[in-house]
T-cell receptor, first 113, second 110 residues
Framework: NAGVTQTPKFRVLKTGQSMTLLCAQD?????MYWYRQDPGMGLRLIHY???????AKGEVPDGYNVSRLKKQNFLLGLESAAPSQTSVYFC????????????FGPGTRLTVT | GENVEQHPSTLSVQEGDSAVIKCTYS??????FPWYKQELGKRPQLIID?????GEKKDQRIAVTLNKTAKHFSLHITETQPEDSAVYFC?????????FGTGTLLAVQP
């Protein structure tokens, strides 16, 4: 099993550009999450999903949109990137018998200039 | 709002000593408290977790204690080794929504 994968690994955007980050999991997990990690701030939840077709806002949802059209995929979109969105983005999933345990992807480093 | 505070932000110990990291949480509904280890440039990895119906859990050199009355929980690492050097994050939450602490950079000096 690949676990949780993220695409791309790195990206540089100019202010105002848009992009989509893809998260995929092969563990048949119901729940998926998007976090951002900034120095000294820990991990902050952007959006999450408790099942296919459902999404919900986390702590810092502004400027981001998400979609969960397939159970194994969770997409994070930035419609108009801003320098404040420069961060490392982690996707995670959880489910099954240990539904609380979150497994993280390798991260995407995004720089907005 | 919901908050998890973590202390200290940095911790330096000698190899073989013990390390303790402490967290407090604000949401009384929180019932799940995991600890993650993150090495530089890597993803966070779960090292131990505890549910609210348990006061203490141990896994080899790592232990976690939970005091629900005081709303705090701690990570204890005994006989530290250089490979324990990393950033450690606590988290607390209910169901599937976790709030993370700001992390502790642990440096184990050989």
């Amino acid at each position: 099993n690949a676990g949780v994968t993220q695409t791309p690994k790195f990206r540089v955007l100019k202010t105002g550009q848009s992009m989509t980050l893809l998260c995929a999991q092969d563990m048949n997990h119901e729940y998926m999450y998007w976090y951002r990690q900034d120095p000294g701030m820990g991990l902050r939840l952007i959006h999450y999903s408790v099942g296919e077709g459902t999404t919900a806002k986390g702590e810092v949802p502004d400027g981001y949109n998400v979609s969960r059209l397939k159970k194994q995929n969770f997409l994070l979109g930035l419609e108009s990137a801003a320098p404040s969105q420069t961060s490392v983005y982690f996707c995670a999933s959880s489910g099954g018998v240990r539904a609380y345990e979150q497994y993280f992807g390798p991260g995407t480093r995004l720089t907005v200039t | 709002g919901e908050n998890v505070e973590q202390h200290p932000s940095t911790l330096s110990v000698q190899e073989g000593d013990s390390a303790v990291i402490k967290c407090t949480y604000s949401d009384s509904a929180s019932n799940y408290f995991p600890w993650y280890k993150q090495e530089l440039g890597k993803r966070p990895q779960l090292i131990i977790d505890i549910r609210s119906n348990v006061g203490e859990k141990k896994d080899q050199r790592i232990a976690v204690t939970l005091n629900k009355t005081a709303k705090h929980f701690s990570l204890h690492i005994t006989e530290t080794q250089p490979e324990d050097s990393a950033v450690y994050f606590c988290a607390g939450g209910a169901t599937n929504k976790l709030i993370f602490g700001t992390g502790t950079l642990l440096a184990v000096q050989p």
